[in-house]
């Protein structure tokens, strides 16, 4: 199945501060989803983005398609964006979507 | 804004015991999908099923597990004879079509002691 890389593993970051996690896949993509999973280990999606760049307030993704990456912005970081980050993709050979997901980016906010 | 309904949010329950974890996925979804998260891990697929059968399965889906959706609303996952090592957050997900994007649960928190 493809491979799914997320980098940094871990990031720790002072409240106020910018970051970019990055998705590196191994093929080419049907589907890519940004997750956020919250303490109580719900995923809520924060972007379906196959290609092509969209923003939501603080939040932003781009992803390369023809270069098989993507990447999350988070601007102005609070400590309710700590948690893991996971991207997740579909590949062209999946008969029904299936998702491959990353190990994913434990990102710490602190005050 | 509709959403993926799983229950219960927390199952215990003895190793070699039977469980069924269900899933209400959204009405107007055709495709569903499981997944699992062990403890720290990252999310792995289990199964994905369409018009009423299994369409892709992995490895870790063994004849312990079956899905099924018995009345046109609700999507279950059995485990028929639990092992330690099924205990995991267990994620329903639906979505409209094969490549759009797949909405999930809040998951199961299944703990086999």
């Known amino acids: 199945g493809i491979q799914v890389e997320q980098s940094p593993p871990d990031l720790i970051l002072q409240e106020g501060a910018n970051s970019t996690l990055r998705c590196n896949f191994s093929?080419?993509?049907?589907?890519l989803q940004w997750f956020h999973q919250n303490p109580w280990g719900q995923l809520i999606n924060l972007f379906y983005i196959p290609s092509g760049t969209k923003q939501n307030g603080r939040l932003s993704a781009t992803t390369v398609a023809t270069e098989r990456y993507s990447l999350l912005y988070i601007s102005s970081s609070q400590t309710t964006d700590s948690g893991v980050y996971f991207c997740a993709v579909s590949d062209r050979g999946s008969t029904l979507g299936r998702l491959y997901f990353g190990r994913g980016t434990q990102l710490t906010v602190w005050p | 804004e509709p959403e993926v309904t799983q229950t219960p949010s927390h199952q215990v329950t003895q190793m070699g015991q039977e469980v069924i974890l269900r899933c209400v996925p959204i009405?107007?979804?055709?495709?569903f999908y499981w997944y699992r998260q062990i403890l720290g891990q990252k999310v792995e697929f289990l199964v994905s099923f369409y018009n009423n059968e299994i369409s892709e399965k992995s490895e870790i889906f063994d004849d312990q597990f079956s899905v099924e959706r018995p009345d046109g609303s609700n999507f279950t996952l059995k485990i028929r004879s639990t092992k330690l090592e099924d205990s995991a957050m267990y994620f329903c997900a639906s979505s409209v079509g094969r490549e759009d994007i797949q909405y999930f649960g809040a998951g199961t928190r299944l703990s086999v002691l």
């Open positions: 093929d080419s993509v049907n589907n």
């Open positions: 009405s107007n979804h055709l495709y």
